[in-house]
């Protein structure tokens, strides 16, 4: 079964530039999740889609970043404009189905680097 | 805020040792689960461990659960060098629709 892909996995920006990156989640996953792993720290959760639906996107700085699942299987996350301090990896991840205590399947991450 | 918080930070351990971490945690959950993080990649899961559990296997790996102390342990038996990662312990509770709060970590360094 193939993994949850995510491209680019590098991406060196300057500050106030944009930047989008993309996730394809394991087929069948309906739910979709976007992390951010600041260096030395877990991950945080930006963003959760059910589908093609926002579940939760409560601790996403809606101010610069937006996420989008259009057709409910791979998705997009876009901040405009960077800072600094989003340099960080982030993870996309999926599952098939929260009730079975929702284990999740995680991409390898875009490493961001903003200067 | 993350709620599971892991200790030790950091481990190095000799290859063919033990590695132990624990992790506390301060809300009721439903689930615990462990993963953990090669340098540069992503998470991959290593095992769930219900609240109505209190020990689970998997391979070399043992995990305990002591709700009423509100914290679990993993344990992994006769450590090799493909076990150096971070370890991570994220929970999980139905009030949350699952959703996982994860530690910040405990690095392993296994010593060939």
């Known amino acids: 079964e193939a993994g949850v892909a995510q491209s680019p996995r590098y991406k060196i920006i300057e500050k106030r530039q944009s930047v989008a990156f993309w996730c394809n989640p394991i087929?069948?996953?309906?739910?979709l999740y976007w992390y951010q792993q600041i260096l030395g720290q877990g991950p945080k959760l930006l963003i959760q889609f059910q589908n093609n639906g926002v579940v939760d996107d409560s601790q996403l700085p809606k101010d610069r970043f937006s996420a989008e699942r259009l057709k409910g299987v791979d998705s997009t996350l876009k901040i405009q404009p960077a800072k600094l301090e989003d340099s960080a990896v982030y993870l996309c991840?999926?599952?098939?189905?929260?009730?079975?205590?929702?284990?999740?399947?995680f991409g390898p991450g875009t490493r961001l680097t903003v200067l | 805020s993350q709620q599971g918080e892991e200790d030790p930070q950091a481990l190095s351990i000799q290859e063919g040792e033990n590695a132990t971490m624990n992790c506390s945690y301060k809300?009721?959950?439903?689930?615990l689960q462990w993963y953990r993080q090669n340098s540069g990649r992503g998470l991959v899961h290593l095992i769930l461990?219900?609240?109505?559990?209190r020990e689970k296997h998997s391979g070399r790996l043992r995990v305990t659960l002591d709700t009423s102390k509100k914290s679990s342990s993993l344990l992994i038996t006769a450590s090799r060098a493909a076990d150096t990662a971070s370890y991570f312990c994220?929970?999980?509770?139905?009030?949350?629709?699952?959703?996982?709060?994860f530690g910040a970590g405990t690095t392993v360094t296994v010593r060939a």
């Open positions: 991840a999926s599952s098939f189905s929260v009730e079975f205590g929702n284990e999740q399947f």
């Open positions: 461990i219900r609240s109505n559990e």
């Open positions: 087929s069948g996953h309906a739910t």
């Open positions: 994220a929970t999980a509770f139905l009030g949350n629709d699952y959703k996982l709060s």
């Open positions: 809300t009721s959950i439903n689930n």
